[in-house]
T-cell receptor, first 114, second 113 residues
Framework: DSGVTQTPKHLITATGQRVTLRCSPR?????VYWYQQSLDQGLQFLIQ???????AKGNILERFSAQQFPDLHSELNLSSLELGDSALYFC?????????????FGPGTRLLVL | GQQLNQSPQSMFIQEGEDVSMNCTSS?????WLWYKQDPGEGPVLLIA???AGELTSNGRLTAQFGITRKDSFLNISASIPSDVGIYFC?????????????WGLGTSLAVNP
């Protein structure tokens, strides 16, 4: 158990819908990262927040957005969902924002768009 | 976006065999990290490398930061069934947008007992 929690574990929805994925980092961690993992693209970095502010952006679509709240939990919002958005979405956390730090990954949310 | 070339894509080996996988990049990296993802779980950090030439071990695992700073390898000695999983390399570029890690596509390892 990494100490990072993600909800829900599974999500099934239809194209065009909007969903919110939630992540609670390890106690004391200030950074939260979001990743998308699909079979053909591997692990894709989406976005990082540090202490409530966006720090780095990866291959995140404009239909996707995220935020980190004052209690440091984070939400990833996916809208106008397409079939190709079906994937595993991981959240990870680290103490600070230094990239060489260990990132602790949550168990993931499996999203299926029908 | 920028991606690391990780090879091989998959491996199927017998228990007890040694395993080697590597990552290469066209540009210089400051940090190399190796993660392992067990089936149904998130990745877990195995080894972190911070300077060129560095050789670091973690039990049966050994990883090296290439002298050119453009590559890294991971070796697993005397493989066991619990080594099954996907191994990812990740690195921090030296230039450009180096505030994010670049990830390889993973090496899927299967071990036949």
């Amino acid at each position: 158990d990494s100490g990072v929690t993600q909800t829900p574990k599974h999500l099934i929805t239809a194209t065009g819908q909007r969903v919110t994925l939630r992540c609670s980092p390890r106690s004391g961690d200030l950074s939260v990262y979001w990743y998308q993992q699909s079979l053909d693209q591997g692990l894709q970095f989406l976005i990082q927040y540090y202490n409530g502010e966006e720090r780095a952006k990866g291959n995140i679509l404009e239909r996707f957005s995220a935020q980190q709240f004052p209690d440091l939990h984070s939400e990833l919002n996916l809208s106008s969902l397409e079939l190709g958005d079906s994937a595993l979405y991981f959240c990870a956390s680290s103490v600070e924002a230094r990239l060489e730090e260990t990132q602790y990954f949550g168990p993931g949310t499996r999203l299926l768009v029908l | 976006g920028q991606q690391l070339n990780q090879s091989p894509q998959s491996m199927f080996i017998q228990e007890g065999e040694d395993v080697s996988m590597n990552c290469t990049s066209s540009s210089i990296f400051n940090t190399w990290l190796w993660y392992k993802q067990d089936p149904g779980e998130g990745p877990v950090l195995l080894i972190a490398l911070y300077k060129a030439g560095e050789l670091t071990s973690n039990g049966r695992l050994t990883a090296q930061f290439g002298i050119t700073r453009k590559d890294s390898f991971l070796n697993i000695s005397a493989s066991i069934p619990s080594d099954v999983g996907i191994y990812f390399c990740a690195g921090q570029p030296n230039a450009g947008n180096n505030r994010k890690l670049i990830w390889g596509l993973g090496t899927s390892l299967a071990v036949n007992p």
